[in-house]
């Protein structure tokens, strides 16, 4: 696949070698562990094939405060079913207040309207042990389930550590879900608490969700109390709704110093959700201690956020990188939070909050930046970036040309940190290190303590520089406790381990370079078997970018009864351009020379929208169900979308198929 080796955008200078969390760990290993891995490969390769020992340096090295002694590390190396750290007792939130600090803020807040402010340490702690004594007096006890519809504003940071200071379990939906995407999700858990604004401003747009909360509330019939928190209006009130108190009573009760309930390593934290694009969202449980070891290693020697430094992330509560947000906070950064659209009023938005917050970490996804780039910005013309030290891409595949933007648009001595994981870790499998260049298109390192490999449909590694699939041969801490509702397990063996027993499969098709980087080319359930060669629907997309006209795309391959195939190409189409003849042929001609003749679809259609999830995900398997003729109940649940009226076009479409 490699034909050459790129160009490195970025390389660590001697400051940032010498400060670099990594190389504080890597002479702690030395000094107190009489072990010399003064190399990352090596740094690697043992934490991997020694997990056990590692983690528990990550442990130690950390000073995780545990209430109790654990009886051993690991149980050993089976997936699923290896248990860690037994015996231990510990608190997430506990870490985090460990930061607390006079000489910067705790959360720096900014919405689309220009509203916000900040909320130092010490508030954030009184408003924490308030809301802990609010939900204490209305029956939440260890384990019972407290949820949010909430964006990300400071009610929700301080609502979630309140929760997990006091052991119950925490879940949130962004407002921008549909009734029947929350309860799907929500019902499943049975909360007792739900946390909820009366809507929200989007685009410029206001949005009265008062309607839908009801609709919630009526159906989860577990619930026990509202908190209610007047946002788009203020002065909404609730109607219609079960027992109910104002946000701004809750974080006025009477409480002492905020204090830290100790719970078992495994003790449920927060519940995420897959997608759900054919069916119920999977409810996906991560603990106290698996996300607490996993957070505390990523965020600093991945990311290197240093006390003081201002990290931030675009993202909804419904996205798992708003809880790796909230995670920032145990380095002891201030978090800076935005609320609406990244557009919103126009495309540099970001990179002005960015100016105006001094944000040192500024993480997006790889289509903003892409956006950026097709709409000829350069922030570095108009914006003052000097604090901005590093920035972080995930969500999709980041191409070259998303890498050479940033470099030339952004800041030449930036460090640009492409990362991938998802939902199921909570977190990044690679990424970011500060320690290593930026190669143009390529993520940085797997991880440590993440033992990626990329494996054949046999389970053999295929050659460094070729494509298989990712895999995880070892346990990690953060890999989910289990499922809700899913007694035997049986739910979470067929979503990591059914292709190959006891290994993770994660479902994206992965390149590991000579260079020991990363290539990741889309989902390999979204994969183009085309004539017997696999393509890689990444490969596709990002050749498209280079077409103007081209605003988005959706690339399927259909495979028919007779063995043939078929590969239809649908385009979305930047206002006023027409798919005439022309422009059918320079796509075909773009995708032949930059990728090869299998990459030419037979047919090439206009769309007037491409399906989403809610979470940003292209919805390729389930309009391949579509033009399939599947029955739309088992291709597709439109309540997992974020623009369900998208999917009508291919619904149509499917109809003119014979």
């Not at 989860?220 to 079960?242: D, T």
């Not at 950064?333 to 609406?340: I, K, Q, W």
């Not at 590991?512 to 060669?533: E, H, K, Y």
Request: glycine share 6%; proline share 8%; hydrophobic share 40%.
């Amino acid at each position: 696949m490699l034909e050459r080796e790129p160009p490195i955008l970025w390389a660590p200078d001697d400051k940032t070698r010498e400060n670099a969390h990594l190389t504080r760990y890597m002479c702690w290993l030395k000094e107190q562990k009489r072990r010399s891995l003064d190399h990352y490969p090596a740094l690697w390769a043992w934490s991997v094939e020694y997990p056990a020992a590692f983690w528990e340096t990550v442990w130690e090295y950390f000073q995780v405060i545990s209430y109790a002694p654990y009886e051993r590390v690991l149980s050993g190396y089976e997936m699923p079913g290896a248990r860690w750290f037994e015996g231990a007792a510990l608190n997430y939130a506990e870490h985090i207040f460990r930061c607390k600090t006079e000489k910067w803020p705790a959360l720096i807040f900014q919405n689309e309207q220009g509203q916000g402010g900040q909320l130092s340490w010490a508030e954030l702690e009184r408003q924490v042990a308030a809301l802990a004594q609010f939900f204490r007096q209305n029956g939440v006890q260890r384990g019972d389930r407290v949820v949010a519809y909430l964006p990300n504003t400071p009610h929700a940071a301080i609502a979630v550590l309140a929760a997990m200071s006091i052991g119950a379990v925490w879940s949130s939906c962004s407002p921008d879900f549909g009734a029947n995407s929350v309860i799907d999700r929500f019902a499943q858990i049975e909360p007792k608490i739900l946390l909820t604004v009366d809507g929200y401003t989007y685009n410029g747009k206001p949005f009265d969700k008062r309607s839908v909360v009801r609709d919630i509330c009526r159906q989860l019939p577990s619930l026990q109390h509202v908190v209610f928190i007047p946002y788009l209006n203020e002065r909404a009130r609730p109607e219609g709704l079960p027992k109910t108190t104002l946000w701004d009573e809750a974080i006025q009760t009477p409480a002492g110093p905020l204090s830290f309930e100790p719970l078992p390593f495994e003790h449920p934290l927060w519940v995420l959700y897959s997608s759900g694009t054919t069916g119920v969202p999977k409810a996906i449980v991560h603990s106290h201690g698996g996300n607490l070891l996993e957070h505390l290693k990523y965020l600093h020697f991945h990311n290197d956020i240093h006390p003081g430094e201002r990290f931030f992330w675009y993202s909804t509560t419904g996205w798992m990188m708003w809880n790796f947000t909230i995670g920032s906070l145990l380095t002891g950064a201030t978090a800076v939070l935005y609320d609406g659209s990244p557009a919103y009023p126009s495309l540099d938005a970001l990179w002005k909050l960015a100016e105006q917050t001094r944000i040192t970490h500024f993480g997006t996804s790889a289509p903003f930046i892409m956006s950026c780039r097709k709409a000829d910005l350069s922030p570095r013309e108009t914006s003052d970036l000097s604090a901005l030290r590093g920035i972080g891409s995930t969500g999709s595949p980041l191409p070259p040309e998303g890498f050479r933007w940033v470099y030339e648009h952004i800041k030449p001595d930036v460090w640009l940190s492409s990362m991938a994981g998802g939902t199921d870790v909570c977190t990044a499998w690679v990424g970011g290190n500060p320690l290593l260049p930026v190669y143009e298109g390529e993520i940085q390192c797997r991880c440590l303590g993440c033992a990626m490999e990329s494996w054949d449909e046999d389970g053999r590694p295929v050659p460094l520089g070729e494509v298989g699939e990712m895999v995880v041969t070892r346990p990690m801490p953060s890999m989910p406790v289990f499922f809700w509702n899913d007694p035997d397990g049986s739910k979470y063996r067929s979503s990591y381990f059914e292709h190959y027993p006891g290994v993770w499969r994660h479902g994206d098709w992965l390149c590991i370079t000579p260079r020991q980087t990363l290539i990741i080319l889309g989902r390999s359930d979204a994969t183009l078997n085309r004539q017997g060669v696999r393509i890689g629907t990444a490969e596709i997309y990002r050749a498209l970018d280079q077409i103007p006209e081209i605003r988005d795309a959706l690339i399927l391959n259909i495979e028919r009864s007779d063995g043939s195939d078929w590969m239809p190409l649908f385009v979305l189409l930047e206002p006023g351009v027409i798919l005439d003849e022309n422009l059918q042929q320079r796509i075909r001609q773009t995708l032949r020379t930059t990728c090869s003749p299998r990459h030419v679809p037979d047919a090439i259609f206009a769309a007037p929208d491409i399906p989403y999830t809610i979470s940003g995900k292209k919805m390729e398997t389930p309009v391949k169900k579509i033009l399939q003729k599947k029955p739309l109940e088992k291709a597709y649940n439109p309540d997992s979308m974020r623009n369900p009226e998208a999917m009508q076009f291919f619904i149509d479409f499917a109809q003119t198929l014979s």
